[in-house]
Every structure is written in structure tokens, then in C-alpha cells.
């Protein structure tokens, strides 16, 4: 037995704080318990009443003679406490706190909150809330609503969790309007005890649940969520509203891998973790219902072949855009497919697709036409619109529709500009009906999202690659760099370190001064680059640190020159050019720069950055975030995803580059990632990419490590 089972499926409900107040929620909940009809015992607790709805209350839940599974508690804050002991001395094992005034309200109520959790736990009781507005399930050997909602819900296959009380309530309102029903709705308040993260694995193997909807404002444990998520998404689908999209990080960091994930945002951070773990995210609460409305009434589609059936031009015309613009095509008819419909419909109308059929069609032109378009098996799925004109009767084309689109295993969904009344009787009457829409664009967003979720759950899952490195060598350049008490490494050692994973990087010579660098310039392999070397140096081109293509002794030993006086120009004239050394470089000719980065998210933890590098970075700040460890397809994606992807592909003739050694590339780096928590930063900028393989080469590396700047790593 699951210990959620005590507050999901409960056998006996105590609610505390029942009341016999009109509009307290003390009533409104006990109301609400029987007005759903709950399968169970349900037992009032209030010191003052003997009676309340009828029902005899008892003063305290310990006076109750029977078992209970479940308290549910409305009482006013100071009491909660000592109401859960009762509990707690009763043998509980569920509650549901309604009762606010908690972490919500500041750091006395954080404190309490706390003391709360730690109490529940000691009883080994589970709890939703506080600060929530209830929980509900409508399985019929249950029928619990537990909240104080004024609607009821409707039975239904979807479990919801919301993080917003409010919403909820307004949430149940809408679904119902929609006829969409729920097999489990949680109102989950301030997770102090159950989680978003607990509910998800417990509807996981939930037979009354095939899809999942989450309105959600932050993450509890943000990495477990993606496993379970990962897990589960490619049985159900899993739609989420996260708001608190704004929440921009102001972290100071010397990287562009960290100024660009705190610059764009956590945002950046939750759509990669949501799109790698097959979470379907929406941004609106409107949205939310358009693809659940899909989800919940439609078999998955085969293809992205889409059929439209219309009788007016304009509303088809607007789904035929919204469709290709998410990525639906449309569907070619078959030869028999167009024979029967010019057989069929007048002259004047039109055959192809969308199919307009002019606005006298009846339901028998309605019924005919859907028929042979789903026979069609070039038609994945079926978008109907129906604009009532006065003679024909609305009602008549759903149930027409009704009958005939549970013979196919294809997505019907309708598009009907009727009124809210019409509505109203088709859901009283006919509940259950398919998906309608007022507007062709929710539609259409619906149905792209089945095709979406289609390919997702299809897709290969990748496999995760280990790559043989020389891991002890880059613990122990790691190690150097921590004994001598610095937190940022050298370029020369960021690229042995990174070559230490199999990135191929340019070859590099340290010389610590002038004088060396006299000493090693005849026997250097022309032409080169140098590089200025010192701590505070982070961008060096900007200090006139980088000249490249030298081409002998002379032309080394005039740049340095060049080069100390610019660094000491760019230092201002206090620090001079004290303390420089060099980078001598083998000098790459061609290829095009990106950037390979990973910085440590205070949430998500490592991310892993990939796009255009060098001045790109900072002027068009083309990247994608993933979480490691990446797969071999993740790591193709990312390389896909980026704007600039046609510029690796070549442009103008250019041959393409390596995509297989530059996803290897991340993958290795994922590795390292992985491998050295110790590192806060790390980023290879640039990275020079060539057709082949063996050219590739990183020319200048920053890693920073932990615990220098206290940036919650
Ligand atoms: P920083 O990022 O500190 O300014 P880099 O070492 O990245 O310095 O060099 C800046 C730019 O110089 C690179 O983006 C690249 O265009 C060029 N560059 C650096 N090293 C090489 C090299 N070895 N071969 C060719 N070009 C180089
Ligand atoms: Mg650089």
C-alpha cells in the first residue's frame, strides 16, 4: 500500500474545523465531501458542535471512535500544531492542511512551517499543504472532493496538481465548462511534506490516469523531477505551466556560460530540463487546456498529415496557416479520395484541401465527407469546422461526428463558432463529446502537440556514451591549481585538462618570460600565436593579448613587445605589465569557432552550453543549455538547435563540418562535467571546427573551480 493511498484514497475522512458557518471554508469542504458523495466515513471535529450538516461532530479527532485515514484541517494557524499531534496520537496517517499563514508570509511563518514538517515526520504521516485548497479524486469507489470549489468536478482520465490554490479552484471551473473531467486533482500548497515529485510517482502506475497536468512556480527538487519526468513521459503525457519565467539570475560569473545562463534567465535552465525529459511545456493556463482537451479525447496521430473539412473559407485558412507553422502538413488526397468528394459535393465547392464544402451542407454532406477523409490513409488526423449558418442544426453535426470518429484510430477534434449556451446543453446531454474549440488556432496547437508528444515518446531514447580518459592526469592538474590556492586556471591548463578527455586542443607553450620566450623562439614550428598569461587577464583580446600568424623569431619577439605594452596600457598605469608571461600556439588556419561551456546552476546543477563562439557569443548569443550527461542525441540536437547550425553546414560551398566529432566533442565534455563536480566553470571558447575530425582544435580554455566566489555552487 502507498502511504498517499491515506490521503488519496482514504476510508474515513475527519475534517477539523468543520463549522456550521455559512462561507467558512470549515463548511464549504464537509458541503462539498457530501455533495460529491464521498464512499467513505466521514467524521466532523469541532469543540463547540454536537451537530453540523447533520452529521454528529466529535471535539477532538481523538474522540473519534473509528479509524481515520484522513485529516483534513481548517483550523485557524496557532492551532495546527497541536491538532496534528492529536492526529498523530489517533494513528493518521494522511492529512490535508488548508489553513495558511505559513513560509508564505515571511520568516515566522517559515520557522512554524518547519517545526510542522519535522512533527509529521516524527508521526510518519504524509501531508499536502499547508496553504492549500484541497485534494480530489473521482474514481467512483472514492468520490472524494475535498476542496472548497464551488464546482464539481467531472470524472475524468487527467491528474492535475496545482501549485496555485486560486488557479485551481478557477482551473476546475473552466475544465468543467470544457467537459473535461479529472481522475485526481491536488492543490499542493507549500510541499512542505508530499511533493509535486511524490504525486508524480504515484500516478505513474495510476490506472485512472493517462495524462498529467501541472501548474507549477518553482521545483522542489529540480533533478529528481526530471528523472521521474524522463520516466514517465514516454508512458504519459506530462503537460506543465511553469510561470516565475522572469526569475533572472544576477550571479556574477567570468564566463559567457554563466553570464548567459544568469542573463537569460532560470527560464534558459527549465526549458532545457523540461524539453530533455519530454515535458510539454505551455505558457499559458489557456494553452494548458487547448492541449489537454487533445490530449484527453484523441488516440495519438500516426503522422503530421492533416485533413481540414470547413464550410467557410476563413476559419480554414487560419488553421491551414496555424498547422504549418507548427509543423503539420497538409495531407495529399488520394485519388479515390477526391473522386468521392467531387461526386459528392456542388461544383462550387472545394476539393482539395482544406475541403470547403460551402455553408448548405447538411449533416449528411458532414458525415459523408469526415468518412472518406478518415479512410484516407493519408490523413493522420481531422480538423472539422463548422460555422452554424440559421438552417442547419448545430447539435446534429457534432453527434453525427460523434458516431463516426470512434470507428478510427485518428485525432477528430472540431472547431464550432456557437454560443456559450450551445456549449452548455451539448455537455449536459452528450458529455464526453470530442474535443471543440471556439477558435481554429487552439485547434490546431492541440493537435500539433499530439504529433509532437507522438515523436517524442517514438524517438529513441540515446545512449549516454563513457569515452576512456586520463582521469587521474586531470585530477592532478586539478589538484596543482587548489594547492596553490587559486580558483581559476591558466588557458595552458584549461586545455590540458579538456585534452585530458580526448579534445583535440592546439599545441601550447608556457614561457613564464621574455627571456624565455627568447630561448624557445628558434625552435618553434612557424607560424604561431601568442597569448598573454597572467591572473588577472581574463578577456585577453580585449587587452591586446592575442596576436596570431606569426611568422618566425623576429615577428614572435616584436609582438611580445607590442604586447607588453598594451597589456600594460590596458592595466592602467599602477600595474604596468608586471608579472606577464606568455602562451605560445600553434596557429590554426580556418575553421569556424564555437563555444563548448557548462557552469553550475544553483537549482539544476551542471549545464551544458553549445553554440557559435568567439565575437558571436557576446553579439548574437547564440546557445542551448542541457542537462548532462548528454546522449548521443541530445548532443546532435544541441548542434542542430542553435540559429547558426546552417553556418556548420556550410555556406556558399563550404564543405560541412564534422558533426559526428563535434557531438563526440560534447559528449566527452558532458563527461568531464559529470566527472569534476569540483568545477564550478569551464568553457572552451573557441572551439575551431573543421570537416575533419583531426583538425579540430581548442585554442583557449577558462575553468573556474568551487567555492572561490560564493555563487551558491
Ligand atoms: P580571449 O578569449 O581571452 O580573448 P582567445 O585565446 O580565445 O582569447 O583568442 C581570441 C581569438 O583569437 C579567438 O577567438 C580566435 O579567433 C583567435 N585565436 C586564438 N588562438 C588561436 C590559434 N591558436 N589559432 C588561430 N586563431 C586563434
Ligand atoms: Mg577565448
Redesign the pocket.
Same mark, same amino acid.
Given at each position: 500500500m502507498n502511504p498517499l493511498d491515506a490521503i488519496l484514497k482514504p476510508k474515513s475522512i475527519a475534517v477539523v474545523g468543520a463549522s456550521r458557518r455559512q462561507g467558512s471554508i470549515g463548511r464549504e469542504i464537509l458541503h462539498q465531501l457530501i455533495e460529491f458523495d464521498f464512499h467513505g466515513k466521514l467524521f466532523p471535529v469541532n469543540p463547540k458542535g454536537d451537530f453540523i450538516h447533520s452529521i454528529k461532530a466529535f471535539p477532538t479527532v481523538s474522540s473519534i471512535p473509528d479509524p481515520v485515514d484522513l485529516a483534513i484541517i481548517v483550523v485557524p494557524r496557532d492551532e495546527v500544531q497541536s491538532v496534528i499531534d492529536d492526529c498523530g496520537k489517533k494513528g493518521v496517517r494522511g492529512l490535508v492542511v488548508i489553513t495558511a499563514g505559513f513560509s508564505e508570509t515571511g520568516e515566522d511563518g517559515k520557522r512554524f512551517e518547519a517545526q510542522l514538517g519535522e512533527r509529521v515526520r516524527q508521526y510518519g504521516m504524509r501531508m499536502i499543504g499547508p496553504n492549500c485548497m484541497g485534494v480530489i479524486n473521482t474514481d467512483p469507489a472514492v468520490r472524494m472532493d475535498a476542496t472548497f470549489a464551488p464546482t464539481l468536478p467531472l470524472p475524468g482520465r487527467i491528474a492535475f496538481m496545482s501549485q496555485s490554490g486560486a488557479l485551481g479552484v478557477a482551473i476546475l471551473n473552466i475544465a468543467r465548462q470544457l467537459d473535461i473531467g479529472f481522475s485526481y486533482f491536488v492543490s499542493l500548497g507549500n510541499k512542505t511534506n508530499v511533493s509535486g515529485n511524490d504525486l508524480l510517482k504515484y500516478w505513474e502506475d495510476d490506472p485512472e490516469t493517462d495524462l498529467i497536468l501541472m501548474y507549477l512556480e518553482s521545483f522542489g527538487n529540480a533533478k529528481r523531477f526530471m528523472q521521474i519526468c524522463r520516466r514517465i513521459s514516454k508512458r504519459k503525457p506530462l503537460l506543465v505551466v511553469k510561470s516565475g519565467r522572469t526569475e533572472a539570475g544576477a550571479r556574477a560569473a567570468t564566463s559567457h556560460t554563466g553570464a548567459l545562463a544568469a542573463n537569460q534567465g532560470l527560464d534558459i535552465a527549465t526549458g532545457a530540463l523540461l524539453e530533455q525529459c519530454g515535458v510539454v511545456r505551455v505558457n499559458t493556463v489557456e494553452e494548458l487546456f487547448d492541449l489537454a482537451l487533445a490530449f484527453s479525447k484523441n488516440p495519438l496521430p500516426r503522422g503530421n498529415r492533416l485533413g481540414i473539412l470547413t464550410n467557410a473559407g476563413g476559419p480554414a485558412i487560419m488553421a491551414t496557416d496555424t498547422a504549418i507553422a507548427h509543423g503539420l502538413r497538409m495531407a495529399d488526397f488520394s485519388e479515390r479520395t477526391c473522386h468521392e468528394l467531387r461526386r459528392l459535393l456542388p461544383p462550387e465547392a472545394s476539393i482539395q484541401n482544406p475541403v470547403d464544402m460551402t455553408p448548405q451542407s447538411d449533416r449528411g454532406k458532414y458525415d459523408a465527407c469526415a468518412r472518406i477523409l478518415l479512410e484516407d490513409d493519408g490523413i493522420d488526423m481531422l480538423l472539422v469546422v463548422f460555422v452554424p449558418p440559421m438552417m442547419i442544426n448545430t447539435m446534429d453535426i457534432i453527434l453525427g461526428l460523434e458516431k463516426l470518429r470512434h470507428k478510427y484510430l485518428k485525432p477528430v477534434v472540431g472547431v464550432i463558432m456557437a454560443t456559450e449556451e450551445f456549449f452548455g446543453e451539448l455537455n449536459r446531454d452528450h458529455p464526453n463529446h470530442m474535443a471543440l474549440y471556439i477558435f481554429p488556432e487552439s485547434a490546431v496547437n492541440g493537435l500539433a502537440a499530439l504529433h509532437h508528444y507522438r515523436l517524442w515518446r517514438d524517438k529513441p531514447v540515446g545512449a549516454v556514451k563513457r569515452f576512456e580518459v586520463r582521469s587521474g592526469t586531470a585530477e592532478d592538474i586539478l589538484q596543482e591549481v587548489r594547492q596553490q590556492g587559486r580558483g581559476q586556471m591558466t588557458?595552458e591548463e584549461g586545455l590540458r585538462l579538456i585534452g585530458c578527455y580526448g579534445i583535440l586542443v592546439?599545441e601550447s607553450i608556457p614561457a613564464v618570460n621574455r627571456k624565455e620566450l627568447e630561448r624557445v623562439a628558434k625552435e618553434l614550428r612557424y607560424p604561431?600565436?601568442l597569448?598573454a598569461v597572467a591572473p588577472d587577464?581574463?578577456?585577453?583580446?580585449?587587452a591586446g593579448?592575442?596576436i596570431?600568424?606569426l611568422r618566425g623569431p623576429e615577428e614572435l619577439l616584436a609582438a611580445a613587445q607590442k604586447m607588453t605594452e598594451s597589456v600594460a596600457r590596458h592595466r592602467g598605469d599602477t600595474a604596468g605589465a608586471g608579472g606577464l608571461g606568455f602562451l605560445i600556439?600553434?596557429? !590554426?588556419?580556418g575553421?569556424r569557432?564555437v563555444i563548448v561551456g557548462m557552469n553550475h546552476d544553483p537549482k539544476y546543477g551542471p549545464l551544458v552550453m553549445f553554440g557559435l563562439?568567439?565575437?558571436y557569443v557576446e553579439t548574437v548569443k547564440d546557445v542551448v543549455f542541457r542537462v548532462p550527461p548528454l546522449t548521443d542525441l541530445e548532443a546532435h540536437e544541441m548542434i542542430q538547435q542553435i540559429r547558426g547550425y546552417s553556418l556548420l553546414r556550410g555556406v556558399r560551398g563550404d564543405a560541412p563540418i564534422d558533426f559526428d566529432a563535434l557531438a563526440e566533442v560534447l559528449q566527452r565534455f558532458s563527461q568531464l562535467a559529470e566527472d569534476m563536480p569540483e568545477i564550478a566553470e569551464i568553457e572552451i571558447?573557441?572551439l575551431?571546427v573543421f570537416p575533419q575530425a583531426a583538425d579540430f582544435?581548442a !585554442?583557449?580554455a577558462?575553468v573556474r573551480l568551487r567555492g572561490e566566489r560564493g555563487d551558491g555552487v
Open positions: 588557458a592546439a604561431v600565436v597569448k587577464l581574463v578577456h585577453k583580446m580585449d593579448g592575442v596570431v600568424d600556439q600553434e596557429f !590554426v588556419h575553421g569557432e563562439g568567439g565575437i571558447n573557441p575551431l582544435r !585554442v583557449d577558462r
